[in-house]
């Protein structure tokens, strides 16, 4: 059974950093295609980033120039590291693999 958690949330100020981190166990992530998406309150889940293969990545547009998605396979974890974050990138984060979700990290940003 593939389960993830997602880890790596808080509380940070506009324009600070955070780096959540998705880790599985029973399946490797290493080249699995890793998906990040988020919901904020009342709204819908959006996707955010995917990376495929080894290194292929996509980001939404919300997303690009500030965030970077990437995977350490000697750890076997998917990261989002997140820059200049605003006040609307507060969301629930959640990494997906297939059809598995983990239960999410907050952001919160807010100063």
């Known amino acids: 059974q593939v389960q993830l958690v997602e880890s790596g949330g808080g509380l940070v100020q506009p324009g600070g950093s955070l780096r959540l981190s998705c880790a599985a166990s029973?399946?490797?992530?290493?080249?699995?295609?890793v998906r990040w998406y988020r919901q904020a309150p009342g709204k819908e889940r959006e996707w955010v980033a995917t990376?495929?293969?080894?290194?292929?990545?996509y980001y939404a547009d919300s997303a690009k120039g500030r965030f970077t998605i990437s995977r350490d396979n000697v750890q076997d974890i998917v990261y989002l590291q997140m820059t200049n974050l605003k006040i609307e990138d507060t969301a629930l984060y959640s990494c997906?693999?297939?059809?598995?979700w983990g239960k999410g990290t907050l952001v919160t940003v807010s100063s």
């Open positions: 990376i495929a293969n080894i290194r292929t990545t």
């Open positions: 029973g399946f490797t992530l290493s080249s699995a295609t």
């Open positions: 997906n693999f297939a059809n598995n």
